[in-house]
């Protein structure tokens, strides 16, 4: 019978495959456990805005897509219903972003996450929180 860890890391590499968002980022899975996920991707020039700063949808895609795969991955569908972000310092081009879903809440139907997204210095840029509906469809990883 397969662990709930290694079921989480299948659940996130067949996301991965067809997650064109998270492939565009160059979002890189460095921890995934039940209920939590850790990933990393490198602030490119094309992602600044007319400031000279990074977009904040930026760090809101990598919170985002840390929520999906820490929501997912107990086995089964789950899509987010709200969401919400601070951005509390600028992020700049050649940054490396790491964001680290925590799964503080989870039902049958509703889960709660908390997101801290750092820059390269370990200094958070941005704090998210997600809430999901858990579909009970289970996922195809065949």
């Known amino acids: 019978m397969e662990d709930a860890r290694e079921l989480a890391n299948r ?15 160059g979002i890189e899975v460095l921890e995934m456990i039940p209920g939590g996920c850790t990933v990393r991707m490198v602030v490119r020039d094309e ?8 977009h904040g949808g930026i760090a809101y895609c990598v919170a985002d897509s840390a ?15 709200e969401t919400s972000i601070s951005h509390v310092k600028p992020v700049r081009a050649g940054d490396v972003l790491t964001a680290s879903a925590t799964e503080q809440s989870r039902s049958n139907r509703i889960a709660i996450y908390h997101i801290p997204v750092l820059n390269t210095e370990g200094i958070a840029v941005a704090l998210f929180k997600g809430t999901v ?7 195809d990883l065949s």
């Open 133 to 139: 509906f858990r579909t009970g469809k289970e996922w």
């Open 47 to 54: 992602m600044n805005n007319g400031f000279g700063i990074t």
């Open 11 to 25: 659940v996130v590499a067949r996301m991965m495959r067809d997650d064109r968002m998270s492939q565009w980022l």
């Open 67 to 81: 929520l999906a795969f820490a929501a997912n991955s107990h086995g089964s569908h789950a899509v987010s219903i």
